[in-house]
Nanobody
């Protein structure tokens, strides 16, 4: 069974940090670009970041540039999203998704995780 499993979410104060993980089970992440998306209550899902299969190319939403860092460890079949200087507006369910190449369009991704909740609040 092909699965992506996110972890690392939680409650953090503004200005704090979290590191999200996206682990693959049943398939090898080497062949996939991985995107991180988030969806806040009452809002549409938006792309946060994406990393190419090799890890040599990364993209970020303007709202997180300079604060979030995406990386991957193919030996561990895992992709990470380091989130620093978190703001309350980052509160959302964060999900990772796999596709051959990065895309802004969430509907183009082939596999999705179940999501992990991130809450930024005093």
């Amino acid at each position: 069974q092909l699965q992506l499993v996110e972890s690392g979410g939680g409650l953090v104060q503004p200005g704090g940090s979290l590191r999200l993980s996206c682990a693959a089970f049943g398939f090898t992440l080497d062949y996939y670009a991985i995107g991180w998306f988030r969806q806040a209550p009452g809002k549409e899902r938006e792309g946060v970041s994406c990393i190419s299969r090799s890890g040599g190319s990364t993209v970020y939403a303007d709202s997180v540039k300079g604060r979030f860092t995406i990386s991957r460890d193919n030996a561990k079949n895992t992709v990470y999203l380091q989130m620093n200087s978190l703001k309350p507006e980052a509160t959302a369910v964060y999900s990772c998704a796999a596709r051959y190449v990065c895309s802004d369009a969430d509907y183009e991704y082939d596999y999705w995780g179940q999501g992990t909740q991130v809450t930024v609040s005093p």
